[in-house]
């Protein structure tokens, strides 16, 4: 009686093959609930492709993927000389760096540390100026045996091509004067790396890929809620935690998932078209009449919530008329998979 993610391990195995043949440098990201299928088991498919470093989010993450994964592991929030951050030297760990005080912070604490140096971008969240990097640059001088692993980028996701910005950047990091030829980047398409090698010879691409490489085939991965309890209701029956009334005659299905789960919870969308915003506005207008669409299919249709969803369960509502599942039976479920915690993941 769970919210189930079930993976189709031949598609989900092959997604990765073919996102590792366009891209022999990947570095598969962990992070976050692990694009819904766990930090954990990403790192195991990481060490099964044979991949040289995983990347993870936090310092907090390590744990759950260092026994399980045996090559660098490279952390993409800044290291900081408090917190987590500062926890005992790991020779597997790679740090990001993007401020000129932490990094003699770092060789201070750490004189053998594994680090990159991040260099703002547009994204402007992290990260170097042009000069700051320059000052980096001047700084390692007087650590010749500093282990540089190479520059970081971490691009925007939208927009046009990232080709010019990258290009603007690199000029930056040879100004910069680094002992190393590695440029660790995200969101690049593989048009947008193949271009970059070829005015860049001499430096590798290294692409930080996590949804593509996990959730790249859709069709490989299908949530699917298991129906707890089927109640038929008349118009005007009073039900629920907030004592709603049924429109109309119907049914009221119980299914599992709920907002421990993140159903029901949405983040804010990058919508950026007309077409994008008046679909918020009349979501918006459905909400206000008491009208929700959720995420769960049930007769090939989504259908309502009969009122906002519980902590591990949710309410909806079937017209008169409608095809009604049993008891056990399991619907599918629409779900954003960075956002939902499955009570399952089943590899066939």
């Excluded at 994204?123 to 970081?152: C, I, K, Q, Y």
């Excluded at 983040?267 to 918020?280: L, Q």
Aim: hydrophobic share 40%.
């Amino acid at each position: 009686m769970s919210l189930t993610l079930y993976v189709d391990s031949a598609r989900f195995r092959g997604n990765q093959h073919l996102t590792l043949g366009r891209a022999p440098t990947v570095v598969p990201v962990a992070k976050g609930n692990g694009y819904g299928l766990g930090n954990a088991r990403l790192a195991e498919e990481a060490r099964r492709l044979g991949v040289d470093t995983l990347a993870v989010g936090t310092y907090d993450e390590l744990p759950a993927v260092r026994d399980l994964f045996p090559g660098a592991l490279l952390v993409l929030t800044p290291w900081r000389p408090f917190g987590a951050a500062a926890q005992e030297p790991d020779p597997r760990v790679v740090h990001t760096i993007g401020r000129i005080d932490d990094l003699p912070a770092l060789l201070q604490r750490d004189p053998d540390a594994r680090f990159v140096l991040e260099r703002m971008t547009s994204m402007m969240r992290h990260g170097f100026s042009a000069a700051g990097l320059r000052e980096a640059g001047a700084t390692l001088a007087a650590h010749p045996d500093a282990r540089l692993e190479g520059v970081a980028l971490h691009l925007p996701m939208g927009g046009a091509s990232h080709l010019s910005e990258v290009q603007r950047l690199m000029t930056d990091v040879v100004a910069a004067d680094l002992p190393t030829h590695t440029i660790w980047v995200s969101h690049l398409t593989d048009h947008e790396l193949a271009e970059l090698a070829r005015s860049w010879p001499d430096y590798t691409f290294r692409p930080r890929i996590g949804t593509d490489l996990w959730l790249g085939d859709r069709g490989a991965l299908r949530v699917r809620a298991t129906v707890l309890d089927v109640h038929p209701v008349t118009r005007g029956e009073v039900f629920g935690y907030r004592g709603r009334s049924a429109p109309k005659d119907g049914t009221l299905v119980v299914v599992s998932g709920g907002t421990a789960h993140g159903i029901g919870l949405e983040a804010p969308t990058g919508a950026s078209t007309i077409k994008a915003r008046a679909g918020a506005i009349a979501r918006g207008g459905l909400d206000a009449a008491g009208f929700v669409r959720s995420p769960f299919s049930i007769g090939g249709k989504q259908r309502l919530f009969a009122e906002p969803p519980h902590m591990q369960a949710s309410m909806l509502f079937l017209p008169s008329g409608s095809t009604v599942p049993v008891v056990g039976d399991e619907v599918d479920v629409r779900v954003r998979f960075t956002a939902t915690t499955f009570d399952r993941v089943v590899f066939d």
